[in-house]
């Protein structure tokens, strides 16, 4: 029986740096007893092909991992610092959930004293995120007049969102829409954490604490 790719190997058209999988490894044990058998047959060694290991990680796997480490270190912080900010209740209204958003608002901001933009689109991360959004966006014309249009920047002009690291994101102000196709070619985030486009910029969003965790300038052609 051949080999089976494993669920997984696979994610959102990215291919995953890690190691050799245990499968592809007792494969590559086996294959000289293989040939060793067909050769005492007198079998031609040829029809046998060994495994295929995946090939070394590009620039963009490299910088997707880079980015997913890092998310996962802001997740790590976030339940550190909003561990004493006290649970929101059920059926709590509009006032008392805006409450809790600023508390957990002004724990992360606490934690995360001198965090400035680049700390999770770092400088070997930001051009690949910049590249794939554009191209993605310039192959999907539709795709970018939506992103153009349901926008804050053109639903909620008034409305001013600030590009600044861990600023909150303004209750009047509308989020733009991702397309999935881009969605499937960026890194991905972990639960409570979002991109969302703020005029041609791409930002990172906290959900639950309604603030931008890091931001990247004029990325949509």
């Not at 959930?97 to 901001?109: C, D, G, M, N, P």
Request: charged fraction near 20%; charge should be positive; aromatic fraction near 4%.
């Amino acid at each position: 029986m051949g080999l089976q790719l494993q669920p997984g190997l696979l994610t959102g058209g990215r291919t995953c740096a890690r190691g050799p999988r245990p499968a592809v490894v007792a494969a590559a044990a086996v294959f000289p007893l293989l040939m060793a058998c067909r050769m005492a047959r007198g079998a031609p060694a040829h029809p046998v092909a060994p495994p295929q290991l995946s090939p070394a990680p590009g620039a963009e796997s490299v910088a997707y991992g880079r980015l997913e480490q890092e998310a996962a270190a802001y997740m790590a912080l976030r339940r550190a610092a909003t561990a004493g900010v006290p649970a929101l209740k059920p059926r709590a209204d509009a006032a008392i959930i805006l409450s809790h958003q600023r508390a957990q608002a002004a724990a992360i901001r606490a934690r995360r004293a001198g965090a400035r933009a680049g700390d999770l689109f770092a400088p070997d991360v930001a051009p690949v995120l910049a590249r794939v959004v554009k191209e993605e966006l310039t192959k999907m014309a539709e795709e970018r007049k939506t992103v153009t249009k349901e926008n804050p920047r053109a639903e909620t002009p008034t409305t001013a969102v600030p590009l600044k690291v861990d600023a909150e994101y303004p209750e009047a102000a509308s989020v733009s829409t991702v397309p999935p196709g881009l969605l499937l070619r960026l890194p991905r985030l972990p639960e409570g954490l979002e991109y969302r486009f703020v005029g041609r910029h791409l930002v990172m969003r906290d959900v639950d604490a309604n603030t931008i965790v890091d931001y990247l300038l004029n990325v949509v052609p």
